[in-house]
């Protein structure tokens, strides 16, 4: 049989100093890169010809573990998550794009990531920024065209990255020539890739017409009924998104075929995977019961999970994922972290990882803030390393375009912490158990938005919310944008913030599409790439460090002091290399007196000049972060 996964490697090692074939498929190469000539790509050929079916015959040697885990690129990356529209916007019209990104690749190679996961790019009309997809196998107009994505993409090859695209496929636009065609007729062949059903009886109109009601009691993440009546057939579909976020029926195996071809359009134009958009809701109960009021507190729990779900993500496995080398990780929306094995299992053969979301939501009851608290997070960190074992890997994660800025919500964003904060928080992401996920902006300390009112927001969530809450009086517009200013997406969607001139160097428009953070003036890229003690220069290190040295990867982790309330002081242990992380969440100086036990070696990296620095008890300042290598 053809091997396609051995040829492409053997491709893409071709003028590299990579070994060919059946080394380690993280190797990684410094020299400059050559396009594969055509000589090589005949020679690959002519040798997996002939190697086919010995290679049926002698399988290959299984890898050698590391520490029990099978060693894998995607366990070793450190991943940056780019939101197109705010990132860099290269012609002028306030949004971001695609040509943007690709002049900003060699800030991400500085900064030492190597996996670029990328918020949807591909055709829309933006209920959602992107995440309502009109065309799957289109660029943005407003990002640019296919030719720029593919210029991107060559650049982030050349300069030894990887891309991951997002995937989301739970639900299409409104827009997209499916749903187009759906809403036009109960016999139309697309009516089946949605769910339509009809209204339940509602009480008489006040002009004495019988009226409806939606077909069951489920609510919308986006506010009001998940269900949308729709006049040209008199019958209802379910969004659990916006309006214009039709949910696709994944029990239609037209669907599925569907999605499996669009995902195999990019993985041949050579992405190295997917982020999954809420993909544990694809699988829903036909019947559409009404959901208990116990379900109804979090009904994104009894969305998930649902009877299909694990049987479509093997066959997705089956007929996509495992004929290429990718990396997959899912947006668990309603996976408690018990269920996470039975998707994340090398054994399940569903997907590579997933984000769960007990640590970056530790700051919320329901949609309201509440402070962070260490003990709380410490304690999801220690759940995730019992249950998790060597064949479930994990991600680490405190920040996204869904979420507000790590520094504003996990650190303090005052001036005299923020810089030592966003560098501890780094600290730690990168060098806890699991693939960390950055996202654009935390290399800088980028912070929260200083909201004043709804016109200030650009999001649909929020809009929503306000309409349905505030506009009706159920809650006041005060309280409503004290808890946003904590926990609005819009805090993390603002532009980035590149330099000094007009707009932060996000664009050349007079007004971008979401106003920049008025704190660019002090906070920016230009500043910290030059500044030997920047956020960036020290999350690069740390990016370096954890590359170096596997312990950070595939070590076991220890939590020495679980109780302790403003110290976090875990261990990194790989074979006879073992490292020490002390962290200072609090603002106040700590003196800590390390266990007896414990036999310092030397102190690798530091956030603050601190000296004095091998003792028995540390005197740490207020956010002060410190790896050390123990003996
Ligand atoms: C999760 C995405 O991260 C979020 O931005 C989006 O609004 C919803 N899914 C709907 O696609």
Not at 19 to 33: E, I, Q
Not at 126 to 142: F, H, L, S, T
Not at 448 to 457: E, H, L, S, T, W
């Amino acid at each position: 049989m053809f091997d396609r996964h051995r040829l492409l490697l053997f491709i893409k090692r071709a003028g590299t100093s990579c070994p060919p074939l059946d080394a380690p498929t993280s190797c990684v190469d410094h020299s400059p890169v050559k396009p594969p000539s055509l000589t090589t790509i005949a020679l690959a050929l002519a040798i997996l010809a002939p190697m086919a079916p010995i290679q049926a015959e002698t399988p290959a040697p299984a890898p050698t573990l590391i520490n029990g885990y099978q060693p894998t690129w995607w366990k070793e990356a450190v991943v940056y998550q780019v939101y197109p529209r705010s990132f860099k916007d290269s012609n002028g019209d306030g949004i971001g794009d695609i040509p943007g990104i690709t002049s900003k690749l060699d800030y991400l190679k500085k900064l030492g990531v190597n996996v670029i996961w990328l918020s949807p790019h591909y055709d829309s009309p933006n209920a959602d920024n992107g995440y309502d997809i009109r065309d799957y196998r289109k660029v943005m107009a407003e990002f640019g065209t296919m030719a720029d994505f593919d210029k991107m993409l060559a650049g982030i090859k050349q300069r030894h990255m990887r891309l991951i695209v997002d995937l989301v496929v739970n639900h299409t636009s409104d827009e997209h020539h499916w749903f187009v065609e759906s809403r036009k007729s109960k016999d139309n062949p697309y009516r089946d890739f949605y769910f339509w059903r009809d209204g339940k009886p509602g009480p008489t109109g006040p002009d004495g017409k019988p009226t409806t009601l939606p077909p069951n009691n489920d609510p919308s993440f986006f506010s009001g009924s998940a269900w949308q009546f729709d006049p040209t057939t008199s019958q209802y579909y379910l969004h659990y998104f916006a309006v214009k976020q039709p949910d696709l029926n994944w029990d239609n195996p037209k669907v599925r075929e569907e999605v499996y071809s669009l995902m195999r359009f990019w993985l041949d134009k050579g992405v190295d995977g997917f982020r999954m958009d809420v993909i544990p809701l694809i699988s829903k109960n036909p019947a559409f019961p009404d959901l208990t009021p116990d379900q109804l507190h979090n009904y994104g729990n009894a969305y998930a999970n649902g009877p299909r779900m694990h049987d479509y993500l093997q066959e997705m496995n089956r007929n996509v994922m495992a004929k290429y080398d990718v990396m997959t990780v899912g947006e668990a929306l309603g996976i408690s972290l018990e269920q996470t094995p039975l998707i994340v299992g090398d054994n399940r053969h569903e997907l590579n990882m997933i984000f769960n979301f007990d640590a970056i939501r530790s700051n919320r009851v329901g949609r309201d803030f509440k402070p962070a608290d260490l003990a709380t997070l410490k304690a999801i960190y220690t759940r995730h390393a019992e249950v998790l074992d060597t064949h479930s890997w994990d991600t680490v994660f405190l920040s996204n375009h869904d979420n507000p800025r790590i520094v504003s919500t996990f650190g303090d964003d005052s001036p005299e912490f923020r810089v030592p904060s966003a560098k501890l928080l780094a600290t730690m992401l990168l060098t806890l158990h699991g693939t960390p996920f950055l996202y654009q902006g935390d290399e800088l300390g980028m912070t929260n938005y200083p909201f004043k009112a709804i016109g200030d927001f650009d999001d649909i969530e929020v809009k929503n919310a306000h309409k349905a809450n505030v506009v009706t009086g159920k809650v006041n517009e005060d309280v409503f944008i004290a808890n946003l200013r904590h926990t609005s997406r819009d805090n993390s969607r603002t532009p980035m913030q590149w330099d000094t001139s007009t707009n932060g160097g996000f664009t050349t428009a007079a007004k971008p599409w979401l106003a920049e953070n008025p704190n660019y003036t002090q906070i920016n890229a230009a500043a910290e790439v030059s500044d030997p003690n920047s956020i960036y220069n020290y999350t690069a290190k740390l990016i370096a460090l954890r590359r170096v040295h596997q312990a950070f990867v595939y070590g076991d982790y220890k939590d020495l002091d679980p109780e302790n309330k403003s110290i976090f002081i875990y261990t990194r242990t790989l074979g006879t290399e073992s490292y020490l992380v002390v962290l200072n969440f609090s603002s106040g100086p700590v003196a800590y007196t390390l266990p007896t036990s414990l036999k310092v070696d030397s102190l690798v990296i530091s956030n603050l000049d601190t000296t004095n620095l091998i003792t028995s008890t540390l005197n740490l300042a207020g956010w002060e972060a410190r790896i050390y290598k123990l003996q």
